[in-house]
């Protein structure tokens, strides 16, 4: 399975996390931007996804792509490096400027690389 066959636009993304200490969080994600490979990268604010990748580099994202039924994708990721500045970032600012407003564009402060471990169907 290619899983950017899957992310057909207008669906919805969910990341899932845990923290080191063991609490988890879900935030809804757009879909990933493809770096080459097998790596995909989001924006991130300094939010609980952001603090806990920081400290437990496993993380989970579900899409399920519009349409009805349950066409979409599940990813296993493992982070791989997060940074402050760059053209990815500003590139997702912008995308964020244009979809959420100039407020979620300034709230996002990095891009978080992901190695994609595994991906299987939605269900």
Wanted: charged residues 20%; hydrophobic residues 35%; aromatic residues 8%.
């Amino acid at each position: 399975m290619k899983f950017s066959e899957h992310m057909k636009p207008g669906g919805m993304g969910v990341m899932a996390t845990a923290g080191a200490d063991g609490t988890v969080n879900t935030a809804v994600y757009a879909p990933p931007h493809l770096t080459g490979g097998a790596t995909a990268a989001w924006g991130m604010t300094e939010g609980r996804t952001h603090r806990n990748v920081r400290g437990n580099p496993n993380a989970s994202y579900l899409y399920a792509a519009p349409g009805g039924g349950y066409n979409g994708v599940r990813l296993t990721l493992k982070l791989k490096e997060i940074r402050d500045s760059g053209e990815l970032l500003e590139t997702i600012r912008a995308e964020t400027r244009e979809t959420s407003g100039e407020g979620a564009a300034n709230a996002t402060k990095y891009v978080a690389f992901f190695e994609i471990v595994e991906e299987r169907p939605l269900v």
